[in-house]
């Protein structure tokens, strides 16, 4: 079965970094387009970055272009965030998604989301 399994979370400060990275499996990795979203309390899962299949095509959300990365590694069935500059506002549960085409119908699947806290 498809499984999305998310690490790399945790407390930071304001201004410093850290690397989610989202193992995949149960999929042909390589086939599909990998997306990060984000929760914080009260508010509704935003898209924080989205790669094409193959790694050529990014999209970012306004509030990250510049300081986020995404990436993929196909030979091992891992996407990647890369946060730097992080604000007490990047503070939220980041979801691992895929949508895949299955007998028809798109089935979008989640991680079980990794804790980001930016605090002093």
């Known amino acids: 079965q498809v499984q999305l399994v998310e690490s790399g979370g945790g407390l930071v400060q304001p201004g410093g970094s850290l690397r989610l990275s989202c193992a995949a499996s149960?999929?042909?990795?390589?086939?599909?387009?990998m997306s990060w979203y984000r929760q914080a309390p009260g508010k509704e899962r935003e898209l924080v970055a989205r790669i094409s299949s193959l790694g050529g095509s990014t999209t970012y959300a306004d509030s990250m272009k510049g300081r986020f990365t995404i990436s993929r590694d196909n030979a091992k069935n891992t996407v990647y965030l890369q946060m730097n500059s992080l604000k007490p506002e990047d503070t939220a549960v980041y979801y691992c998604n895929t949508r895949l085409s299955q007998k028809g119908r798109w089935n979008d699947y989640w991680g079980q989301g990794t804790q980001v806290t930016v605090s002093s």
């Open positions: 149960g999929f042909t990795f390589s086939m599909y387009a």
